[in-house]
């Protein structure tokens, strides 16, 4: 059973740094994805950033320039920093792996969330 975990999340002020971290069961190459989700009250969960198992980084035009998805391969962690934070960061963060099967349907795996307050 695929475990994903996250720590990290609090309470910042604008301006201030998180570092949220994805702890996954199992080698983190056995996803084809790994990426960061945020969701807020009333609206879909929409990607942060995403770091393919081959491929170039990306980010949500929103965090460009502020946010840094990273992996270490030995530990099976993708961490999230976050710098610059605003109030519109708020949110909870879901960590998520996506697999192409075969077939080339998905299967997406995620975590429990954790949760982002930028606030005076």
């Known amino acids: 059973q695929v475990q994903l975990v996250e720590s990290g999340g609090g309470l910042v002020q604008p301006g201030g740094s998180l570092r949220l971290s994805c702890a996954v069961s199992?080698?983190?190459?056995?996803?084809?994805?790994m990426g960061w989700y945020r969701q807020v009250p009333g609206k879909q969960r929409e990607l942060v950033a995403a770091f393919p198992r081959y491929g170039s980084r990306k980010y949500s035009d929103s965090v460009q320039g502020r946010f840094l998805i990273s992996r270490d391969t030995a530990k099976n962690t993708v961490d999230l920093q976050m710098n610059s934070l605003k109030s519109e960061d708020t949110g909870v963060y879901f960590c998520?792996?996506?697999?192409?099967?075969?077939?080339?349907?998905?299967?997406?795996?995620w975590g429990q969330g954790t949760q982002v307050t930028v606030s005076s």
């Open positions: 199992g080698s983190i190459f056995s996803f084809n994805v």
């Open positions: 998520n792996g996506e697999r192409v099967m075969p077939s080339g349907s998905t299967e997406n795996y």
